[in-house]
């Protein structure tokens, strides 16, 4: 869900920031042959796989034949085979990500049809997942396969920064705090009072406001930074807030 407030301040060293973002995953694997650039990513892989789904879904692809392309997709962005010529300087990874998509499925529909599912290469399978499962809660408007792919690309980042915020605060030992506190995150209403998560927790009221206050600017910060790796340059960071949190509020 989208956090209560999406303005958060943060500074990034240009040599730092560059090395953890997407565009330096994609880059560093397409130069490398060391297993820990394969790795990489394969993370990013496995964490962006469904908004292309859906996007592939909403072309009008069966359940099957979307699980099959998208499948192969990446075990061909994993073999490297679709990395040539990458350039960063072209824009937000996502954008660059849809257009890789697009080209592959203009392509190479026959050879992901007759090959299908990574053709015997290692590759993580859908399957795992059931991607329909969650294809299902999409809206049946006449949303544009763009729109859905943004859309689902906006709540993944959002998934993903509550990912690590929860382990931030399991890791530091506040597993029962986070627990309690959590819906407070999100800008919809929790059906836990202030005074409610004070008498669970057994604290006063006002810690509860300080800890809730705490817990939201840190989600915005692992947002900004979660956004920070999808794009080019520190100067569109906030650009591509306003604009994934527009997509999402419809």
Not at 158 to 169: G, V
């Amino acid at each position: 869900m989208p956090p209560a407030d999406s303005s958060p301040g943060l500074s990034y060293d240009r040599k730092e920031w560059f090395a953890t973002t997407h565009w330096s995953v994609v880059l560093r694997a397409g130069d490398s042959v060391s297993p820990e650039a394969g790795t990489a990513l394969n993370n990013l892989c496995q964490s962006y796989w469904y908004p292309l789904y859906a996007y592939v879904r909403r072309k009008g692809n069966s359940p099957e034949a979307a699980k099959d392309l998208t499948q192969e997709f990446f075990a061909q962005l994993l073999a490297k085979r679709l990395l040539a010529g990458v350039d960063p300087q072209k824009g937000r990874f996502r954008s660059w990500l849809l257009g890789v998509m697009n080209h592959f499925l203009a392509h190479e529909w026959a050879k992901a049809s007759a090959q299908k599912r990574g053709g015997g290469r290692t590759v993580f399978s859908l399957d795992e997942t059931d991607p329909e499962e969650r294809y299902r809660f999409e809206p049946k408007d006449e949303s544009s396969p763009e729109r859905i792919f943004e859309r689902r690309w906006a709540l993944t980042l959002l998934d993903r920064a509550a990912a690590r915020l929860r382990e931030e605060y399991e890791t530091d030992g506040r597993r029962a705090l986070y627990r309690v506190l959590k819906d407070f995150v999100s800008t919809e209403a929790t059906g836990l009072s202030y005074d409610g998560a004070a008498l669970q927790l057994e604290m006063s009221t006002s810690a509860i406001k300080s800890a809730i206050h705490r817990l939201r600017q840190r989600y915005q910060e692992l947002i900004r930074d979660e956004i920070a790796q999808t794009v080019s340059t520190v100067t569109e960071i906030d650009d591509e807030i306003r604009y994934l949190l527009s997509v999402i509020r419809g």
